[in-house]
Nanobody, 124 residues
Framework: QVQLVESGGGLVQAGESLRLSCAAS????????MGWFRQAPGEERAFVAG????????YYADSVKGRFTISRNNAKNVVYLQMNSLEPEDSAVYYC?????????????????WGQGTQVTVSS
């Protein structure tokens, strides 16, 4: 069992940066693939970024490529999402998710554990 807790969301202006953190419980965090997703009101939950268990592979949605960076620290049981050059379209609740297979997937259905989410609001 893994419990995930996101933090770092908030209200920022367009062009500013935020760093989201996802703290995980459990000794097996280092074996999980991790993903960040986001969900805006009235929209489906969408993939943002993924990282495999060893941080040797990452993947980004086209909408955030070049602006967002996913990383992890397995010694601290934390995965991060550095978000730069934020745009109003990035406003959403951001969720982290863990996958027992050790890799990441674009589909949310492949993830086994989810955090409660953190709100990111970007004003224009």
């Amino acid at each position: 069992q893994v419990q995930l807790v996101e933090s770092g969301g908030g209200l920022v202006q367009a062009g500013e940066s935020l760093r989201l953190s996802c703290a995980a419980s459990g000794r097996t965090f280092g074996s999980y693939g991790m993903g960040w997703f986001r969900q805006a009101p009235g929209e489906e939950r969408a993939f943002v970024a993924g990282i495999d268990y060893s941080a040797s592979s990452t993947y980004y949605a086209d909408s955030v490529k070049g602006r967002f960076t996913i990383s992890r620290n397995n010694a601290k049981n934390v995965v991060y999402l550095q978000m730069n050059s934020l745009e109003p379209e990035d406003s959403a609740v951001y969720y982290c998710a863990a996958c027992r297979s050790g890799t990441y997937y674009i589909s949310s259905r492949n993830y086994d554990y989810w955090g409660q989410g953190t709100q990111v609001t970007v004003s224009s």
